[in-house]
């Protein structure tokens, strides 16, 4: 689902859209929870029909909601889940793997800046219940890094359609051709770390073989 099909929903439902599509997002679900929050910031900034406080509000309330549900499930359920289905929605074993190794190391970190970050938005809550991460340092980390991050988002989303509201032609699509190649920069250099970072990990298992039963509970 792109911005594109996303803005009718904006539009019919308002608030209650940014708040469902983040909330299941949050669960685990492959949505642009982001993507709503953008494109909500910038509706509101641009017609006026929507108060960014009401947009900000309902997608931190949705980001946290989802994510508390998320962690359950995937306390719950998440070996079983991740198990059978894992691969197909791209957790695979060396994924589950760094996970593990990241919560136990910088569980506070992963959950707020995975806010900001596509692929831990969708998985951090689930991987944090499965890695039995204590729920209430959870709580507190997920409130923060969702409020912070639904500000961020929204605010900027709401002044840049704003902006690109009084500033058209040329110039405004220059902006968004450099804010799009931007965004598409940071997704590339995202994904090389991870790749190395799951590379390393993968081998540093290879030589100290009982690091592996980190996944035992997945098979």
């Not at 704003?162 to 040329?170: L, P």
Request: aromatic share 14%; hydrophobic share 55%; net charge positive.
């Amino acid at each position: 689902m792109f911005a594109s099909s996303i803005q009718p929903l904006i539009v019919d439902y308002g608030c209650w859209a940014v708040f469902s599509v983040v909330m299941l997002e949050a669960m685990g679900l492959p949505l642009p929870g982001e993507s709503a929050l953008v494109v909500a910031g910038v509706y509101a900034g641009a017609t006026g029909n929507l108060s960014i406080a009401n947009v900000v509000g309902s997608a931190a309330a949705g980001a946290i909601i989802g994510d508390n549900l998320g962690f359950w499930i995937g306390q719950w359920f998440g070996a079983r889940l991740l198990g059978r289905f894992g691969k197909y929605i791209g957790l695979t074993e060396n994924r589950l793997l760094l996970g593990r190794y990241l919560f136990e190391r910088h569980g506070g970190k992963i959950v707020f800046f995975g806010r900001f970050v596509a692929v831990l938005r969708v998985f951090a809550a689930l991987l944090a219940g499965l890695n039995h991460y204590p729920w209430r340092a959870f709580l507190f980390f997920n409130a923060a890094g969702s409020i912070s991050w639904a500000l961020i988002m929204g605010v900027a989303a709401y002044f840049f359609g704003d902006a690109i509201n009084r500033v058209s032609g040329v110039v405004g699509l220059v902006g968004l051709g450099f804010a799009v190649a931007g965004i598409v920069a940071f997704w590339i250099v995202l994904n090389q770390q991870e790749k190395k970072l799951e590379a390393k990990l993968t081998a540093q298992v290879l030589k100290n073989p009982e690091q592996a039963t980190a996944c035992d509970s997945l098979e």
